[in-house]
């Protein structure tokens, strides 16, 4: 039919993306004619002109929200005897319920409005249906049932009760109308247009879905300027389309990008058009106006903003991840963010290195100063307060009570210095939305406790579309549906590959198969998909003269084929040509002339540092020594910079606690038992696993508070180390009589002036009064590392200048690797320790009394090095050094220097 001419005939779009662009064209001829002000024409999509229809009305029904549509098929299904019957086990019900539900309460409704626009009858007493169908049929009456009973109307039904209100002259009847963008007029809006015919009402369709009823794909092309293009992957296809604009854009000229499959190649466009069509863009102190918009948007639970007020709202009761917590403290759109910076920064240095991976937060108060962090301190005692809630209320309490509280802590406070930006405010205003559907739900879920309700409103966000609203911008990057009605100068297809045009058919579960065939139903079946396919191209084809195809040749693993819809006789694919690329990141180039920069290899110690080095003493202790040995410049990162290396600890309880927690009950017990003929009473007595036992308990009590909050798990650990050290003492007891004279025990020693403060773990005598040095070791463990130039684990050699022992030892204490790793005197009364460690012939050390001297000798050395100040980049072994070293960031060593395991230990 031909298009309306008059300018009071309302336009009914198909999409409130065509409505919008109708309305910016018509802005743009005014101002060409050199209006500067005008009437805004009635241009409206379809849904929101009959919404406004009806609530002009003064109807007697309100309009079901989708949310509490949505909510009555789930109490729906959730009651449903018969659907709880299917599956008897119980867990697995729970389980149903739980993931389901609500995919299934979606499919449901989605039925029902099918059930609507196409016309269609279920008789619940046919047997020829499957029982999903007839399950839905009753889902559906009573469905019914409950709208009727809120005095509510569903979505699907507006056309129809609109309808009747224009039969029962409570709504006007306009005397013209037109729609536009529409491929397909369902039965129940056809019904609607035939009402209107009868009342003498024009009805205009452009364009007419009856008007072109057959056609030829490859005819349309003629006469265009078609291109197609495979390239690697959507990545690939995403970097040469954002080329492609970049070349061909020009003032005034429209580019359309459409992309059927748009949530999957969302992220890289976004990337990519940003760095080549406004490459300042990546900075994040330009506030640059990007030239494009995507349609459709993202769920708004993916903004930041949404997701720091979830994580406040959602605050477990018991423990909270340290990741979230810092995630909240630290969120520049929360006040204590903003104005506590430097304490937020201070708590997570103190919480990291408690390595504390569960924040209780009644247990924080030891860990900051509150009246230097007042924002802090309210938002961690909110949180105490919300978190201590019980209580169920109505989802329109919980509303007003999550509003108050965001503001209380300063989530996007209005009184806050920082100005937001309009995309920020703009989410906020969608935020409050999400609070009102909640808030609606009153009447449909009753009182609820705060996790039911946070879960409500994490769906509510999770399925809220947000879309950034801006002026019109030159290109437009579109789904198939936005695109309808939408002409362009230029326009690129992606994705256009046979998996996804035609797409797979996707039937709704809840209808029978052969009953959507019959009706024509969207997605159910190929042959229908085909035909959306075909009409959706001919459209693109009748959109533009000028239209570049392309489909990525892999998705993962698979290997895509252009879609057989692009077979044009008189068109092949051409390699794509334009490379210019406009990223930052590759212009950048070399510069011609590299500045020559020699670091120092050494700077000497200032005076104060003498005064410690020399005098007080380094309570690093052996770690000076060791650092030093692997890498001069470790040591003087790590003890003259005292730069300290920022772990986070993965887990609760880690190797280096479980280490801890042995090294302390094994003090604890040698100091109640002393010497090898208690051991072997209580041994023979069968005390001894309930006298470890206690001593681990006390050991957990000193050493690991959070533990102990988590019952099972140190149930859990304390039977994995008493298991360890069973098996640990019968390796103790193999040795002849022997007392333990020290645990733990500190001294200092002086090596080339370094004075160094050392703790050992323990300290045995033997009968003949021979002294032997322990050392526990819970992870690897190497004797080699003794007898390099540069000794590499001196802790035991280093004691051993001092106390001139006849033995050391390593106690390997690790789950299958128990027993001794030892050297000792041969001509002392020690005969046998464990496995005796090799002494390499090159060092030439052939008694106990050069092998001292050896020690004594290389660590003076080492001493004297960090004494002088030597701090050149050398580590010993740059494969294992520098990937166990934190300092990577200050010496970049890892950017220039290969892999290189030269000077590996060999046992």
């Given at each position: 039919?031909?298009?309306?001419?008059?300018?009071?005939t309302?336009?009914l779009t198909?999409s409130?993306r065509?409505a919008?662009?109708?309305?910016?064209?018509?802005s743009e001829?005014?101002?060409?004619?050199g209006?500067?002000?005008w009437?805004?024409p009635p241009?409206?999509?379809?849904d929101?002109?009959f919404?406004d229809?009806?609530?002009g009305?003064?109807?007697?029904?309100?309009?079901?929200?989708h949310?509490?549509?949505?909510?009555?098929?789930?109490?729906?299904?959730e009651?449903d005897p018969?659907?709880k019957?299917?599956?008897?086990?119980?867990?697995i019900?729970?389980?149903?319920?739980l993931l389901n539900?609500?995919?299934?309460?979606?499919?449901?409704?989605?039925?029902?409005?099918f059930?609507?626009?196409?016309?269609?009858?279920i008789?619940?007493?046919?047997?020829?249906?499957?029982?999903e169908?007839?399950?839905?049929?009753k889902?559906?009456?009573?469905?019914k049932?409950?709208?009727?009973?809120k005095?509510?109307?569903?979505i699907a039904?507006?056309i129809?009760?609109v309808?009747q209100g224009?039969?029962?002259?409570?709504?006007?009847?306009?005397?013209?109308?037109?729609?536009?963008?529409?491929?397909?007029?369902t039965p129940?809006?056809?019904?609607?247009l035939?009402?209107?015919?009868?009342?003498?009402?024009?009805v205009?369709l452009?364009?007419d879905?009856?008007?072109?009823?057959?056609f030829i794909?490859?005819?349309i092309?003629?006469?265009?300027?078609i291109?197609?293009?495979?390239?690697?992957?959507r990545?690939e296809?995403?970097?040469?389309?954002?080329?492609?604009?970049r070349?061909t854009?020009?003032?005034?000229?429209?580019?359309?990008?459409?992309?059927?499959e748009?949530?999957?190649?969302r992220?890289?466009?976004?990337?990519?058009l940003?760095?080549?069509l406004t490459?300042?863009?990546?900075?994040?102190?330009?506030d640059t106006?990007?030239?494009?918009d995507i349609s459709?948007g993202?769920?708004?639970?993916?903004?930041?903003m949404?997701?720091?007020?979830?994580?406040i709202?959602?605050?477990p009761k018991h423990g909270?991840?340290?990741e979230?917590?810092?995630?909240?403290?630290?969120?520049?759109?929360?006040?204590?963010?903003?104005?506590?910076e430097?304490?937020g920064?201070?708590l997570?240095?103190?919480?990291h290195k408690?390595?504390l991976?569960?924040?209780?937060?009644?247990k924080?108060?030891?860990?900051?100063?509150?009246s230097?962090?007042?924002d802090?301190?309210?938002l961690?005692?909110?949180l105490i307060?919300?978190s201590?809630s019980?209580?169920s209320?109505f989802p329109?309490?919980?509303a007003?009570?999550?509003?108050?509280?965001?503001d209380?802590?300063?989530?996007?406070?209005?009184?806050s210095?920082q100005?937001?930006?309009?995309?920020?405010?703009q989410?906020?205003r969608?935020w409050n939305?999400?609070?009102d559907?909640?808030?609606?739900?009153d009447?449909?879920?009753?009182?609820?406790d705060?996790?039911?309700?946070i879960l409500e409103?994490?769906q509510i966000?999770?399925?809220?579309?947000f879309q950034?609203?801006?002026?019109e911008?030159?290109?437009q990057?579109?789904?198939?549906k936005?695109?309808?009605?939408?002409t362009?100068d230029?326009?690129w297809v992606m994705?256009?590959?046979?998996?996804?045009?035609?797409?797979?058919?996707s039937?709704n579960p809840?209808?029978?198969?052969?009953?959507?065939?019959r009706?024509?139903?969207p997605?159910c079946d190929?042959?229908?998909?085909?035909?959306f396919a075909?009409?959706?191209?001919?459209?693109?084809l009748?959109?533009?003269?000028?239209?570049?195809f392309s489909?990525?040749?892999w998705?993962k693993?698979?290997k895509?084929?252009?879609?057989?819809?692009?077979?044009f006789?008189a068109i092949?694919?051409?390699q794509?040509?334009?490379?210019?690329?406009h990223?930052?990141?590759d212009?950048?180039?070399a510069?011609?002339q590299?500045?020559?920069w020699?670091?120092?290899?050494?700077?000497?110690?200032?005076?104060?540092?003498?005064?410690?080095?020399s005098i007080?003493?380094?309570?690093?202790g052996?770690r000076v020594?060791?650092n030093?040995a692997?890498?001069p410049?470790?040591a003087?990162?790590a003890?003259r910079?005292?730069?300290?290396?920022?772990?986070i600890?993965?887990?609760?309880?880690?190797s280096?606690?479980?280490g801890i927690?042995?090294h302390?009950?094994?003090e604890l017990?040698?100091?109640?038992h002393?010497?090898?003929?208690n051991?072997?009473?209580?041994k023979?007595?069968?005390?001894?696993?309930?006298?470890?036992?206690?001593?681990i308990?006390?050991?957990m009590q000193?050493?690991?508070?959070?533990?102990?909050?988590?019952t099972?798990?140190?149930?859990?650990?304390?039977?994995?180390t008493?298991?360890?050290?069973l098996?640990w003492?019968?390796?103790e007891?193999?040795?002849?009589?022997?007392t333990?004279?020290?645990?733990?025990k500190?001294s200092?020693?002086?090596?080339?002036?370094?004075?160094?403060?050392?703790?050992?773990?323990?300290?045995?005598?033997?009968?003949?009064?021979?002294?032997?040095?322990?050392d526990?070791k819970?992870?690897?463990v190497?004797?080699?590392?003794?007898?390099t130039?540069?000794?590499?684990?001196?802790?035991?050699?280093?004691?051993a200048?001092?106390?001139a022992?006849?033995?050391?030892a390593?106690?390997?204490i690790a789950?299958g690797?128990i027993?001794?790793h030892?050297?000792f005197?041969d001509?002392s009364?020690?005969?046998s320790?464990?496995i005796?460690a090799?002494i390499?012939?090159?060092?030439?050390c052939?008694d106990?009394?050069?092998?001292?001297d050896?020690?004594?000798?290389n660590?003076s050395k080492i001493g004297k090095?960090?004494?002088d100040?030597?701090?050149?980049?050398?580590p010993l072994?740059p494969?294992e050094t520098?990937?166990n070293?934190?300092?990577?960031t200050l010496c970049?060593?890892g950017?220039t220097?290969?892999d290189?395991?030269?000077g590996?230990?060999?046992?």
């Open positions: 039919m031909a298009e309306s001419t008059s300018r009071d309302p336009i198909v409130s065509l919008r662009h109708l309305l910016f064209k018509n001829e005014q101002r060409k004619i209006k500067q002000v009437e805004t241009i409206q999509d379809l929101s002109w919404r229809k009806w609530k009305s003064w109807p007697d029904r309100y309009i079901l929200s949310t509490q549509s949505i909510k009555i098929w789930e109490s729906i299904i009651n018969e659907c019957h299917t599956i008897r086990n119980e867990s019900q729970k389980e149903w319920n539900r609500r995919s299934s309460a979606q499919k449901a409704a989605e039925a029902y409005r059930i609507k626009e196409y016309r269609l009858s008789n619940t007493n046919q047997t020829q249906y499957v029982k169908t007839n399950l839905f049929a889902w559906a009456k009573k469905y049932r409950a709208i009727d009973d005095k509510a109307i569903d039904d507006l129809d009760v309808r224009m039969k029962d002259h409570h709504i006007p009847i306009p005397k013209q109308i037109e729609l536009k963008g529409f491929e397909e007029i129940q809006l056809e019904t609607w035939d009402f209107l015919r009868k009342q003498s009402t024009q205009f452009n364009p879905p009856k008007s072109e009823t057959t794909l490859s005819n092309a003629l006469g265009k300027n291109q197609i293009h495979s390239l690697a992957d990545k296809e995403s970097l040469y389309c954002a080329r492609w604009i070349s854009y020009k003032k005034g000229v429209n580019i359309g990008i459409i992309v059927p748009l949530d999957q190649y992220q890289c466009l976004h990337k990519d940003s760095s080549n490459p300042s863009s990546i900075y994040p102190w330009e106006e990007l030239p494009f459709l993202t769920p708004l639970a993916e903004e930041p949404i997701q720091v007020a979830l994580n709202l959602s605050i909270i991840s340290l979230r917590f810092l995630h909240v403290i630290k969120s520049s759109y929360l006040s204590c963010g903003r104005n506590n430097k304490a920064n201070e997570e240095i103190k919480l408690e390595q991976t569960t924040i209780f937060l009644d924080l108060d030891a860990h900051y100063t509150a230097s962090s007042p802090l301190a309210k961690i005692s909110n307060l919300l201590g019980k209580e209320q329109s309490t919980w007003k009570q999550f509003a108050v509280i965001l209380k802590i300063g989530w996007m406070s209005k009184y210095d100005k937001f930006s309009s995309k920020e405010m989410c906020l969608t939305e999400c609070l559907d909640l808030a609606s739900l009447s449909f879920i009753g009182k609820v705060r996790q039911e309700v409103l994490k966000t999770s399925e809220k579309p950034v609203k801006t002026k911008q030159p290109i990057i579109l789904d198939l936005e695109s309808a009605g939408i362009f230029h326009l994705g256009c590959h046979s998996d996804c045009l035609p797409a797979q058919p039937p809840f209808l029978s198969l052969g009953l959507q065939k009706k024509g139903l997605h190929p042959k229908r998909e085909l035909q075909e009409q959706t191209l001919h459209r693109l009748s959109s533009s003269d000028n239209i570049v489909y990525p040749l998705e693993e698979n895509l084929q252009v879609s057989p819809l692009l077979s006789p092949k694919e051409t794509f040509t334009i490379n210019e690329t990223r930052v990141k212009l950048m180039q510069p011609e590299y500045e020559i020699q670091d120092a290899h050494n700077i000497p110690p200032h005076q104060h540092e003498i005064e410690v080095f007080k003493g380094m309570s690093a052996y020594i060791k030093q692997d890498c410049f470790q003087f990162a003890h910079l005292r730069a300290e290396p920022f772990e600890s993965a887990i609760d309880f880690d280096r606690e479980r927690l042995i302390k009950a094994l017990f040698w100091k109640k002393k010497t090898r003929e051991l072997n009473s209580l023979l007595n069968n005390a001894l696993k309930t006298e470890l036992a206690i001593c308990q006390e050991a000193v050493n690991s508070d959070r533990l102990l909050k988590q099972r798990f140190a149930e859990m650990e304390e039977e994995r008493v298991k360890i050290l098996e003492m019968d390796e007891l193999l040795r002849s009589d022997f333990v004279t020290h645990e733990e500190g200092t020693i002086t090596i080339d002036k370094l004075k160094l403060r050392l703790r050992i773990d323990r300290i045995d005598t033997t009968s003949a009064k021979d002294i032997i040095l322990i526990y819970t992870g690897a190497k004797t080699s590392a003794w007898f130039e540069r000794i590499q684990d001196p802790q035991l050699p280093l004691y200048c001092k106390l022992p006849r033995a050391i390593f106690a390997s789950k690797k027993t001794w030892s050297v005197d001509s009364s020690i005969k320790l464990g005796k090799r390499p012939k090159d060092i030439q052939t106990w009394t050069m092998l001292l050896y020690w004594q000798r660590l090095e960090f004494m100040g030597v701090l050149i980049i050398n072994k494969g520098c990937r070293c934190g300092y990577q970049r060593v950017d220097e290969p290189d395991d030269h590996e230990l060999v046992e």
